[in-house]
């Protein structure tokens, strides 16, 4: 186990260990990740070995499958839920694995991540008991703790590449911990400005870490003028390359534009509200240094690597609900401070707190800068935590009764802290209702999973989402699709919920009065239990964010209507979708066949985001829902309509240009001919957009 700070070169290491397993034929390795960005970062990290012989696969989605073609691979990167899901598969090639690499062990300590990392590392561990543990972590107070519990050999170290120095800024002068004072030569009030400009003349970047989606925001948005100036002309051209990529990057939205912005004035932001794609663009034009500054939420701290020589963290509290305004850990500001330093191009790192007062200066040395990272806590204890993985632990037969499972307990790191006898309670209620909702059953003294307890386990869904699907279904009718269904989906656990805003209640009762009978469950009395009303309500707005996107709204006014952002609403797509496709094989599972050919077609609208009648349009690669929507609306409404036509008649409609029209066309089975591409007229303008044809107006 190698507890290092950030940027000190874990990956490495692991790389390393890889490549030995490798040559030496021992086995394949699997390295596990939190996040599906950092997957695909470590899996273009170890593709570079490739020329020497070794495959490497990236496995992230899909949840209902073994991916038994992972088998032809050497090097397989997954997220920690997919690896937990091909456990619950009982993927045949697991029992090849010789080296498993857990990155970030230290996020066991998170409630939502943590209890699944811990479960896959444990089950690990059962199945492959010679197989080689790399765990790597931040630095951790106890982490001769996770070491001894995989028992594995603890390597502590505070060496990184790039010196790091921590320190405090107060009235427009640095204190760092070694007790040197720097003074910022520029001055101006808003510090976050004086720290950006003045790290930007001397030939560095910035990352700044704020609490808040709207405070990432307002500060890009402060930092644009100031930054601008400091442009070089290539610098300009560059980005305005980058520009153009975002724009191909999805539907033009305000947020796309804003970002666009600011992105042409070298400064961005980024948060869970973008999507994928935009995030990946920000990302790495931060690495190419062409953008100086990049204003984040904390998630950038847990996810790819992305270090600038200053990181100001210019936020320590967040917003906790039921709690209020809550100082951050010692740990997640370690991880923040961890990214400042960029090998081969600083000397040295700086981090960076900012005070208003002298006392509160003193507070942040002691609380953060001078202070030891937290001690972690295993998670797994909770009965939601554990009721997915009692399940797939009997399901996947690696437990035949309680005291089988009280075993896969004692093997966790939970077991490890507090010791089997302090959740026995616990397990004992999860069984409870494992068999009272027919997952689980008792035979002959030996604890079964049912049909329907096996195929939950493998649909990677909560219990408790199986059973409100399951109890819905038998409910419902083909009257109840889309809005039922998706009211449904959206009551389970699994589903995020949208919060309530004052001005909802009004179109959301009004919609509800309207559609009441295409409703499988009613609301609870609004003056019985206004609580559980409330709550109602929130699982029904969430819904019609999902209706409003299969229904063709704009992203941009769903963003408006729902204040969210394109990650968001991308997030909400993938999870209905994996919610609807449970149903469809939950429905299946127990004879609902009336209901199947239905969510079979609520599923491809969700995934595209489409009517009805656009589905065979938008089964051709290419064709989205923007595309789709152009071609009916010029009388190309089935595939036999496309084939009809010429390429030179597709190149005319809207959106569609040569590259996609040559594409639809070869998916149709036709080959295109020279004389059909000469017949194209020449398009008006080559070459490079001018910035202004991209850029909004104010």
């Not at 609490?211 to 990432?216: E, T």
């Not at 995030?279 to 190419?288: D, G, H, K, L, T």
């Not at 609900?321 to 400042?340: F, T």
């Not at 005291?403 to 939970?414: A, D, L, P, R, S």
């Amino acid at each position: 186990m190698l507890a290092i700070p950030t940027a000190s070169g874990k990956t490495f290491v692991a790389e390393l260990c890889t490549l030995k397993h490798f040559l030496e034929g021992r086995g394949k390795t699997l390295y596990l990740v939190p996040l599906r960005a950092l997957a695909s970062e470590k899996f273009e990290e170890f593709k570079k070995y490739e020329p020497l012989g070794i495959r490497v696969a990236i496995s992230t989605g899909d949840y209902d499958s073994s991916d038994p073609w992972l088998e032809r691979y050497d090097v397989i990167v997954a997220t920690n839920e997919k690896a937990d899901s091909l456990l619950r598969h009982r993927a045949h090639w697991i029992d090849q694995v010789s080296l498993i690499v857990a990155d970030e062990v230290h996020l066991i300590n998170e409630s939502s991540r943590g209890p699944t990392l811990e479960a896959v590392l444990a089950r690990l561990k059962q199945v492959n008991p010679k197989a080689q543990f790399l765990a790597l972590s931040a630095t951790i107070k106890n982490s001769e703790e996770i070491a001894e519990w995989l028992d594995a050999k603890l390597v502590v170290s505070d060496w990184r590449p790039v010196p790091l120095r921590e320190g405090v800024f107060l009235h427009g002068k640095i204190f760092f911990k070694d007790g040197e004072v720097a003074e910022v030569k520029v001055k101006h009030a808003d510090a976050a400005v004086a720290l950006t400009v003045d790290v930007i003349r001397a030939g560095g970047q910035i990352l700044i870490f704020t609490n808040s989606r709207q405070s990432a925001v307002a500060i890009a948005k402060r930092l644009q003028e100031h930054v601008a100036p400091l442009l070089k002309r290539a610098e300009r051209a560059e980005l305005m390359r980058v520009v153009q990529e975002l724009f191909s990057a999805g539907e033009r939205t305000r947020i796309s534009e804003l970002l666009a912005r600011l992105i042409s004035s070298g400064v961005a932001f980024h948060h869970a509200g973008l999507s994928s794609e935009q995030r990946r663009i920000v990302e790495n034009a931060f690495r190419s240094l062409l953008l100086k500054a990049v204003v984040a939420t904390p998630t950038l701290a847990a996810g790819v690597n992305l270090p600038a020589r200053r990181v100001v963290i210019y936020n320590y509290h967040r917003y906790e609900p039921g709690k209020g305004q809550q100082m951050i850990s010692v740990l997640e500001e370690k991880q923040m401070a961890g990214r400042a330093g960029r090998p081969r191009y600083d000397d040295f790192g700086e981090a960076v707190l900012i005070a208003r007062t002298e006392d509160e200066m003193e507070m942040l040395f002691e609380y953060y800068i001078l202070a030891e990272p937290e001690r972690i806590w295993s998670k797994l204890g909770s009965e939601p935590a554990l009721r997915s993985h009692v399940l797939a632990c009997v399901a996947s037969g690696f437990a035949h009764s309680e005291e089988g499972v009280m075993e896969f307990i004692k093997n966790t790191f939970y077991g490890y802290q507090f010791g089997e006898h302090s959740v026995r309670g616990t397990v004992a209620r999860v069984l409870e209702f494992l068999e009272r909702e027919k997952m689980l059953k008792l035979e002959d003294h030996m604890l079964q999973a049912t049909a329907f307890g096996r195929r939950v386990s493998e649909l990677y869904i909560d219990p408790l989402s199986a059973v409100v699907l399951r109890d819905g279904l038998f409910k419902a009718s083909k009257n109840s699709i889309p809005i039922g269904l998706l009211h449904l989906i959206c009551s389970t656990p699994d589903m995020p919920k949208l919060y309530l805003r004052r001005r909802d209640w009004e179109p959301l009762e009004s919609f509800l009065n309207s559609h009441r009978q295409e409703f499988i469950t009613l609301p609870p009395d609004e003056f019985e239990d206004p609580e559980a009303y409330e709550y109602f309500l929130m699982e029904l707005k969430t819904a019609l964010l999902i209706y409003d996107w299969i229904e063709e709204f704009p992203e941009d006014t769903i963003i408006e209507r729902y204040d969210v952002g394109s990650g968001d609403i991308r997030a909400f797509i993938e999870t209905a979708k994996w919610l609807i496709y449970s149903a469809h094989e939950l429905a299946k599972l127990f004879g609902r066949n009336d209901l199947l050919a239905p969510i079979r077609r609520l599923l491809s609208r969700v995934e595209h985001g489409v009517k009805e009648e656009l589905l065979p349009l938008v089964s051709l690669r290419g064709v989205g829902r923007v595309r789709a929507r152009a071609l009916y609306q010029v009388g190309y409404r089935t595939l036999e309509d496309l084939r009809a036509a010429s390429l030179a008649e597709l190149v005319k409609v809207p959106t569609i240009g040569v590259e996609t029209a040559k594409l639809i066309k070869e998916q149709l089975g036709e080959a295109i001919s020279e004389k059909e591409l000469q017949e194209i007229p020449e398009p008006k303008r080559r070459g490079q957009q001018v910035l202004e044809d991209y850029l909004p107006k104010e």
